[in-house]
């Protein structure tokens, strides 16, 4: 019994050293940048991880670990040169792993996102191999030592959760299996504390509930496009007219415009009160789009730059109306491509997500396999 109090101990001691690295590190930029100076980044990083864990765990489980890892993310980062994207060196951080740098921008669909994902934990898979060989010709137990702590890092990675590994894997699939991993978390977290699970579970939500506003916003884009879009009709259907706009069509329009937006003015002021987020997501989103349709309302009405004695004459009406049109055709063009980039990011064909599934499904049984493997060996 006291071993195994001394052992959940030493847990939640290298749990908290863990969070308190990721805090220095937020704070000493500094380092992460004396890091990524020059070409010998990994292997700099690489030797300062191989010592700290030596120092706690022994030279041979260091050694393991920081191979292990190392083989991890060369998987993510051959994965991301196959896709042609380019990456910063593999930057190693004591008793949190290592990571490349992608920026997401470079990466442009789900179905990309899967292969470099999915990548990290195949390269764990083969790096597991050569430790099983070695273990039925020696029969020596730290072969399977390597084998489960191998088949651990990479199934726990397999997580759906982002930023795990799993979580981008599954992305693939639909988003909402993350929201599946966070729930399925929190009993574990409950169960067994750990401060390394409760920042994955923060950054999960974090990631799921950036998605979640994602999805969000493109309602509130598809609204704010079908106002510009019924702007437009009216300015052109003023503008098509031979004999050209007049005053009293030009007020006209104005004063609809106006009264459209004192509509939407009187629908916030009686829905100004906190909405709860998804229980109250319908009174959310309506109210979000009408913020979005107000401030278009307003800005489309100070560009016609109505007030009487500034426009005076018949025939500048046209000119008003077609540039302030051009504007919003240009908004329109804006909304559009970033309406289009949030709906083919997650856009793959069934074949695709079975395939995946599959995939994805394969790599943990066999990860899972393994790890029972090594532990009946040890055990």
């Given at each position: 019994?006291?071993?195994?109090?001394?052992?959940?101990?030493?847990?939640?001691?290298?749990?908290w050293?863990a969070?308190?690295?990721?805090?220095?590190?937020?704070?000493a930029?500094?380092?992460?940048?004396?890091?990524?100076?020059?070409?010998?980044?990994?292997?700099?990083?690489?030797?300062?991880?191989?010592?700290?864990y030596?120092?706690?765990?022994?030279?041979?489980?260091?050694?393991?670990?920081?191979?292990?890892?190392?083989?991890?993310?060369?998987?993510?980062?051959?994965?991301?040169?196959?896709?042609?994207?380019?990456?910063s060196?593999?930057?190693?951080?004591?008793?949190?792993?290592?990571?490349?740098?992608i920026?997401?921008?470079?990466?442009k669909?789900?179905k990309?996102?899967?292969?470099?994902a999915?990548?990290?934990p195949?390269a764990?898979?083969?790096?597991?191999?050569?430790?099983i060989?070695?273990?039925?010709?020696?029969?020596?137990?730290?072969?399977?030592?390597?084998?489960?702590?191998?088949?651990?890092?990479?199934?726990?990675?397999?997580?759906?959760?982002s930023?795990?590994?799993?979580?981008?894997?599954?992305?693939?699939?639909?988003?909402?299996?993350w929201?599946?991993?966070?729930?399925?978390?929190?009993?574990?977290?409950?169960?067994?504390?750990?401060?390394?699970?409760?920042?994955?579970f923060?950054?999960g939500?974090?990631?799921?509930?950036?998605?979640f506003?994602?999805?969000?916003?493109?309602e509130?884009?598809?609204?704010?496009?079908?106002?510009?879009i019924e702007?437009?009709?009216?300015?052109?259907?003023?503008?098509?007219?031979?004999?050209?706009?007049?005053?009293?069509?030009?007020?006209s329009?104005?004063?609809?415009?106006?009264?459209?937006?004192?509509?939407?003015?009187?629908?916030?002021?009686?829905?100004?009160?906190?909405?709860?987020p998804?229980?109250?997501?319908?009174?959310?989103?309506?109210?979000?789009?009408?913020?979005?349709?107000?401030i278009?309302?307003?800005?489309?009405?100070?560009?016609?730059?109505y007030?009487?004695?500034?426009?005076?004459?018949?025939?500048?009406?046209?000119a008003v109306?077609?540039?302030?049109?051009?504007?919003?055709?240009?908004?329109?063009?804006e909304?559009?491509?970033?309406?289009?980039?949030?709906r083919?990011y997650?856009?793959?064909?069934?074949?695709?997500?079975?395939?995946?599934?599959l995939?994805y499904?394969?790599?943990?049984?066999?990860?899972?396999?393994?790890?029972?493997?090594?532990?009946?060996i040890?055990?």
């Amino acid at each position: 019994m006291a071993t195994t109090a001394e052992e959940k101990s030493n847990k939640g001691l290298w749990g908290w050293l863990a969070v308190i690295g990721v805090f220095l590190l937020t704070k000493a930029k500094w380092l992460l940048v004396l890091l990524k100076v020059g070409k010998f980044a990994t292997l700099a990083s690489m030797f300062i991880s191989l010592w700290a864990y030596a120092v706690f765990y022994g030279w041979k489980f260091a050694i393991a670990l920081v191979y292990l890892i190392f083989v991890h993310e060369m998987g993510h980062l051959v994965a991301a040169k196959m896709k042609r994207i380019p990456t910063s060196p593999a930057i190693f951080i004591p008793f949190l792993g290592a990571a490349i740098g992608i920026d997401p921008k470079k990466i442009k669909n789900a179905k990309t996102e899967f292969f470099v994902a999915y990548g990290g934990p195949l390269a764990g898979l083969i790096s597991i191999l050569p430790a099983i060989a070695l273990y039925i010709i020696t029969n020596d137990p730290y072969w399977a030592l390597v084998i489960q702590l191998g088949a651990l890092i990479n199934l726990f990675n397999l997580f759906p959760v982002s930023p795990l590994d799993g979580g981008r894997i599954v992305s693939v699939l639909s988003t909402k299996i993350w929201l599946i991993g966070l729930i399925i978390l929190i009993p574990i977290i409950f169960i067994s504390p750990d401060p390394i699970l409760m920042l994955i579970f923060i950054f999960g939500l974090v990631t799921w509930w950036k998605q979640f506003k994602e999805n969000t916003n493109e309602e509130v884009m598809k609204h704010e496009e079908q106002v510009l879009i019924e702007i437009n009709h009216d300015f052109q259907s003023l503008t098509q007219n031979d004999s050209g706009t007049s005053n009293a069509q030009y007020t006209s329009l104005v004063n609809k415009l106006t009264y459209q937006k004192d509509q939407v003015n009187h629908f916030l002021k009686n829905n100004s009160g906190f909405a709860f987020p998804i229980l109250q997501e319908k009174k959310r989103m309506e109210v979000k789009k009408k913020n979005a349709e107000k401030i278009i309302l307003r800005r489309t009405i100070e560009s016609m730059g109505y007030s009487e004695g500034i426009i005076d004459e018949d025939h500048q009406y046209d000119a008003v109306l077609a540039k302030v049109q051009n504007k919003n055709e240009a908004k329109l063009i804006e909304i559009s491509k970033e309406v289009n980039r949030i709906r083919a990011y997650y856009q793959t064909s069934v074949q695709t997500k079975v395939k995946s599934l599959l995939l994805y499904l394969a790599l943990a049984v066999l990860l899972a396999i393994l790890l029972v493997y090594a532990i009946n060996i040890l055990g």
